[in-house]
């Protein structure tokens, strides 16, 4: 893919420190590929920790928080299509473990890396409640970290239809960290892509080119005027792009060869 180096920046540092060096996946069809205007994109997942045999250390409470009401921790909604795609033994591994984390959240449940892994799982088997539910408790926990904003705002944006919760929860996670390019560029193509909206796409861009001088900006910006007709602007900020050192061979012979076809 064009620019899939977008995929490797978000929340690395977030996920392994949370749940080791496991890494992260793109689950089905992956986190929605931010610089990937070439081709019609396809709906996506929010990023999600990588399975991995350890387990978060159960962390003293630090503060009373409020009750949790959402899903039932040790209750899957799980898609039926979906479940038959999956192991036996990876469905009941999946469910010992939250049948565990719910032990562990009975007895304190202000532990935010278990609260991942309880969305990370509900996720896994298409059960956008169970993991909006989690989310949302995240955001009341761990209300200072963007990152659960930012999953919820793929999840309402892109799995429940909820556009509106997704402006609001896209517009957190950018408050909690306005110098991410990643939570600029996904709230625009979520702008692009579901509300079909490319002024406002255009709009929170060029906000965050604002504060963040990233190549990521010049190459979502010339991929973006190129959609909106406008080939000024975008040879503008695709050869913008080409002025930065970091971009790898193959990134940059496509943005050369999208100019030279731009210009004829």
Do not use: C
Not at 198 to 213: N, R
Not at 221 to 238: D, E, F, R, V
Not at 243 to 263: F, M, P, Y
Request: charged residues 20%; neutral net charge; hydrophobic residues 45%.
């Amino acid at each position: 893919m064009l620019f899939d180096r977008k995929q490797k920046f978000i929340f690395i540092a977030v996920i392994i420190a949370l749940f080791g060096a496991g890494g992260v996946f793109l689950f089905l069809a992956g986190i929605p590929s931010f610089l990937s205007f070439f081709a019609p994109s396809q709906e996506f997942q929010p990023i999600a920790p990588t399975p991995t045999a350890s387990k978060p250390p159960v962390l003293p409470a630090v503060a009373v928080v409020p009750p949790y009401r959402g899903e039932a921790v040790a209750a899957v909604a799980a898609d039926p299509q979906f479940l038959k795609q999956v192991l036996p033994e990876t469905d009941r591994a999946f469910r010992a473990e939250l049948a565990d984390i719910a032990k562990n959240l009975a007895v304190n449940p202000n532990q935010p890396p278990f609260w991942f892994r309880v969305a990370y799982i509900k996720h896994f088997y298409n059960d956008d409640t169970g993991a909006r539910d989690a989310y949302e408790y995240l955001n009341i926990i761990d209300s200072n970290n963007p990152l659960p904003f930012y999953n919820l705002a793929l999840l309402y944006g892109y799995n429940l239809k909820e556009p509106a919760n997704a402006e609001v929860k896209f517009e957190a996670a950018i408050a909690r960290n306005p110098l991410d390019p990643g939570y600029y560029i996904g709230f625009a193509d979520f702008y692009r892509e579901v509300m079909r909206n490319l002024p406002s796409a255009e709009q929170t861009l060029l906000a965050g080119l604002s504060k963040i001088d990233s190549t990521d900006f010049y190459i979502a910006l010339g991929a973006l005027y190129k959609t909106m007709g406008n080939k000024t602007k975008a040879i503008q900020y695709y050869s913008g792009a080409l002025s930065w050192k970091d971009l790898g061979s193959a990134e940059r012979q496509a943005i050369t060869d999208e100019v030279a076809r731009l210009k004829q």
